[in-house]
T-cell receptor, first 112, second 115 residues
């Protein structure tokens, strides 16, 4: 079992839809959870960053972490064509210099 | 623009050759990370440097090496290249101190093609 699992998609939604992107993980030591957005031929860009369980909101984006289920989500409200990109979840443990572990990414297309 | 720069943008070379990828971190960031991204493996952590010293090592092949210089720029050296080394190579940097240590800012990447 991979440490981080993410459905690769592609996911296609109409403009204005609510998008739900998810990752599951197996390592209970993960404490920090991030979402990155990667446009084609660009480097990943940090969108959201949460510590431990709970919700965090930033504009149209909401990140949720459920450590009991080892499940994290990113919701995008009122999705726009400019949200079309690959979304990568990433996480790391809270000890020493443990590296970020990334999911493989979900490709999202928002159709106008 | 993340503030992290990488050169070159594209590199085409032959099997058995050696190449050097260069990265300049954001101003003030002490940590530099190198990642390899391929379609089948996703984004894989290779190695981290902090203020000139190696901090963490991931799935980095023995044919690959890196260093961070006193001005904090970093180089990733790939030698005896194989077809399977063709990938995007990203550099990222992060500020010092927890929790900002977790905020990694990625460069635009170097696309390596080995023929």
């Amino acid at each position: 079992q991979k440490e981080v699992e993410q459905d690769p998609g592609p996911l296609s939604v109409p403009e204005g839809a609510i998008v739900s992107l998810n990752c599951t993980y197996s390592n209970s030591a993960f404490q920090y959870f991030m979402w990155y957005r990667q446009y084609s031929r660009k480097g990943p860009e940090l969108l959201m960053y949460t510590y431990s369980s709970g919700n965090k909101e930033d504009g149209r984006f909401t990140a949720q972490v459920d450590k009991s289920s080892k499940y994290i989500s990113l919701f995008i409200r009122d999705s726009q064509p400019s949200d079309s990109a690959t979304y990568l979840c990433a996480m790391r443990a809270n000890s020493g210099n443990t590296p970020l572990v990334f999911g493989k990414g979900t490709r999202l297309s928002v159709i106008a | 623009d993340s503030g992290v720069t990488q050169t070159p943008k594209h590199l085409i070379t032959a099997t058995g050759q050696r190449v050097t990828l260069r990265c300049s971190p954001r101003s003030g960031d002490l940590s530099v990370y190198w990642y390899q991204q391929s379609l089948d493996q996703g984004l894989q952590f290779l190695i981290q440097y902090y203020n000139g010293e190696e901090r963490a090592k991931g799935n980095i092949l023995e044919r690959f090496s890196a260093q961070q210089f006193p001005d904090l720029h970093s180089e990733l050296n790939l030698s005896s290249l194989e077809l399977g080394d063709s990938a995007l190579y990203f550099c990222a940097s992060s500020p010092a101190g927890t929790p900002r240590y977790n905020e990694q800012f990625f460069g635009p990447g170097t696309r390596l093609t080995v023929l």
